[in-house]
């Protein structure tokens, strides 16, 4: 199986900042590489698939990167509605794994 | 617009047998490159895909679960299904279902909590 390391697991942050979340995969992934959002009590909401493509909907502060093993999620100009957690999804082989998730505070 | 819902007992005893069905609109699993996916999430943890169902009624399952799983897909009627046998308390979780178009998991259902207790 290939394994999705997630770092950090939790991040503070300020209104208006920037910040990165990343995910290792255990082997190349060919960009089949996706991010979520989800909020208490809610399902996952799509952000970014194939790596850097932004889903219909999500703010363009939203942008993904990577390539190989080694990807990232950056947020933009944090707005209070991003306090969520984070969780990136490798679909490249099964079984398709998930990172352990970042959990985004907002001070 | 694709929404999707899952369904389910809500609570089970151990050892028996967990049927989810998830109904959903706005596309075909008759379409080709459609697919759904089964995933799930034990309370205040990670995500954890299970299984998905293809177009073509190709599946293919998670093997952690080891034979524990059976996706199958009804496509009249538009509805998914999930078994998972021999339940146990490890089995606990919000259970949900997916769209899965050739990339990712776009949209999702809002899940179904089951429990597992005798």
């Known amino acids: 199986d290939i394994q999705m390391t997630q770092s950090p697991a939790s991040l503070s942050a300020s209104l208006g900042e920037t910040v990165s979340i990343e995910c290792l995969a255990s082997?190349?992934?060919?960009?089949?590489l996706a991010w979520y959002q989800q909020k208490p009590g809610k399902s996952p909401q799509l952000l970014i698939y194939y790596a850097s493509s932004l889903q219909d909907g999500v703010p363009s502060r939203f942008s993904g990167s990577g390539s190989g093993t080694q990807y990232s999620l950056k947020i933009n100009s944090l707005e209070s509605e991003d306090a969520a957690t984070y969780f990136c999804l490798q679909d490249s082989e099964y079984p398709y794994t998930f990172g352990a998730g970042t959990k985004l505070e907002l001070k | 617009q694709v929404t999707l819902k899952e369904s389910g007992p809500g609570i089970l005893q151990p050892s028996h047998t967990l049927s989810l069905t998830c109904s959903f609109s706005g596309f075909s699993l008759s379409t080709y490159g459609m697919g759904v996916s089964w995933i799930r999430q034990p309370s205040g943890k990670g995500l954890e895909w299970l299984a998905s169902i293809w177009w073509n009624g190709n599946t293919y399952n998670n093997p952690s679960l080891k034979s524990r799983l059976t996706v199958s897909k009804d496509t009249s009627n538009n509805q998914a299904f999930l078994k998972v046998t021999s339940v146990d308390t490890a089995d606990t979780a919000t259970y949900y279902c997916?769209?899965?178009?050739?990339?990712?998991?776009?949209?999702w259902g809002q899940g179904v909590m089951v429990t597992v207790s005798s």
């Open positions: 997916a769209h899965t178009p050739s990339n990712g998991f776009d949209y």
């Open positions: 082997e190349d992934i060919y960009n089949n």
